[in-house]
C-alpha cells in the first residue's frame, strides 16, 4: 500500500502534462518536470533497501514519463568527426548509450552485431557514446559496420539539456526503443549479466533480448505503415 501511494504522489502531475500538446511531447520537458522527484523517492528507497520498490519507481518512470515522448533532436559526432543530428536518421533506431569505462559482457557486442547484419535494412542501430573521441575510438573496433557508433563530448554540450538529462538522470549503459517518427516505445537500462559470464551465456541472453526489443519496432513500422495505407 506504502508503494501505491509513493507511486500516485511522485507522478501525479502527468494528468496535467497530457493537456499540453508540442513541448510536453518531448522527452526533455517530460524527464525534466519529473526527475527530481524521482531522484529524492529512489535515493529514499535505496538508502533504506526498499530495492523492490526502487525497481517499481523506475520502472514507473520509463511507463509514465519515457515511454511515448519524443526523443529530442541533439547533435553528436561521428568517429570521423563528422556532425550528424539524431533526427536524421529515418528507419526506427535501436538506441545504446555508453561510456568507455564501461565494461561489456562476453557476447554482448557480438550479439549486437549478428542482430544489426540481420536488421540493418530495417532498421538503424546507433551506440552513443558519452565521451570523448579518442576514447569512443579505442572501446569501439570491435562493432560491425551496420552498427553507427558516435559520441558526444559533455564539454561541447553544456546548453543541450536532453544530453544533461539522459546521461545524468537514466544512466548508462541504457536502451531505447524509437520508432520514425522518434516516439520512444521502450527503455531499459544495466547490464543483463555479469560481466564474468561465460561467452556463449553471454551472447544468448543480449541476443534473445536484442531481438524482442526488434520485434517491437518492426511491429510498430508495420502498424505505421499500415496506417498511413488508410488514410
Given at each position: 500500500?506504502l508503494?501505491?501511494?509513493l507511486?500516485?504522489?511522485?507522478?501525479?502531475?502527468?494528468s496535467?502534462?497530457?493537456?499540453?500538446?508540442?513541448?510536453?511531447?518531448?522527452?526533455s520537458?517530460?524527464?525534466?518536470?519529473?526527475?527530481k522527484?524521482?531522484k529524492?523517492?529512489?535515493?529514499?528507497?535505496?538508502?533504506?533497501?526498499?530495492y523492490?520498490?526502487?525497481?517499481?519507481?523506475?520502472?514507473?518512470?520509463?511507463?509514465?514519463?519515457?515511454?511515448?515522448?519524443?526523443?529530442?533532436?541533439?547533435t553528436?559526432?561521428?568517429?570521423?568527426?563528422?556532425?550528424v543530428?539524431?533526427?536524421?536518421?529515418?528507419?526506427?533506431?535501436?538506441?545504446?548509450?555508453y561510456?568507455?569505462?564501461?565494461?561489456?559482457?562476453?557476447?554482448?557486442?557480438?550479439?549486437l552485431?549478428?542482430?544489426?547484419k540481420?536488421?540493418?535494412?530495417?532498421?538503424?542501430?546507433?551506440?552513443?557514446?558519452?565521451?570523448?573521441?579518442?576514447?569512443?575510438?579505442?572501446?569501439?573496433?570491435?562493432?560491425?559496420s551496420?552498427?553507427?557508433?558516435?559520441?558526444?563530448?559533455?564539454?561541447?554540450?553544456?546548453?543541450?539539456?536532453?544530453?544533461?538529462?539522459?546521461k545524468h538522470?537514466?544512466?548508462?549503459?541504457?536502451?531505447?526503443?524509437?520508432?520514425?517518427?522518434?516516439?520512444?516505445?521502450?527503455m531499459?537500462?544495466g547490464?543483463?549479466?555479469?560481466?564474468?559470464e561465460?561467452y556463449?551465456?553471454?551472447?544468448?541472453?543480449?541476443?534473445?533480448?536484442?531481438t524482442?526489443?526488434?520485434s517491437?519496432?518492426?511491429n510498430?513500422s508495420?502498424s505505421?505503415?499500415t496506417?498511413?495505407?488508410?488514410?
Amino acid at each position: 500500500m506504502l508503494r501505491k501511494i509513493l507511486l500516485i504522489i511522485l507522478f501525479f502531475p502527468f494528468s496535467a502534462q497530457s493537456q499540453e500538446i508540442e513541448q510536453s511531447s518531448l522527452l526533455s520537458y517530460n524527464l525534466g518536470k519529473n526527475i527530481k522527484n524521482y531522484k529524492i523517492n529512489s535515493k529514499l528507497a535505496y538508502h533504506d533497501k526498499r530495492y523492490e520498490e526502487a525497481d517499481a519507481l523506475f520502472d514507473t518512470l520509463v511507463k509514465k514519463v519515457i515511454n511515448d515522448s519524443k526523443m529530442d533532436n541533439f547533435t553528436a559526432r561521428k568517429l570521423s568527426g563528422k556532425k550528424v543530428e539524431f533526427h536524421k536518421y529515418k528507419k526506427p533506431v535501436f538506441l545504446k548509450t555508453y561510456a568507455s569505462w564501461c565494461t561489456p559482457g562476453a557476447g554482448e557486442i557480438p550479439a549486437l552485431n549478428e542482430v544489426a547484419k540481420k536488421y540493418r535494412k530495417e532498421i538503424d542501430f546507433v551506440v552513443l557514446f558519452w565521451d570523448t573521441k579518442e576514447n569512443a575510438k579505442k572501446a569501439t573496433r570491435k562493432y560491425n559496420s551496420h552498427v553507427s557508433v558516435i559520441y558526444i563530448d559533455e564539454a561541447e554540450n553544456k546548453h543541450c539539456r536532453v544530453i544533461r538529462l539522459l546521461k545524468h538522470s537514466v544512466g548508462f549503459p541504457s536502451s531505447f526503443l524509437i520508432d520514425q517518427n522518434k516516439t520512444v516505445l521502450d527503455m531499459t537500462r544495466g547490464i543483463l549479466h555479469p560481466y564474468k559470464e561465460d561467452y556463449t551465456v553471454s551472447f544468448d541472453l543480449n541476443y534473445n533480448s536484442l531481438t524482442k526489443g526488434i520485434s517491437v519496432l518492426l511491429n510498430s513500422s508495420e502498424s505505421q505503415e499500415t496506417m498511413n495505407s488508410n488514410k
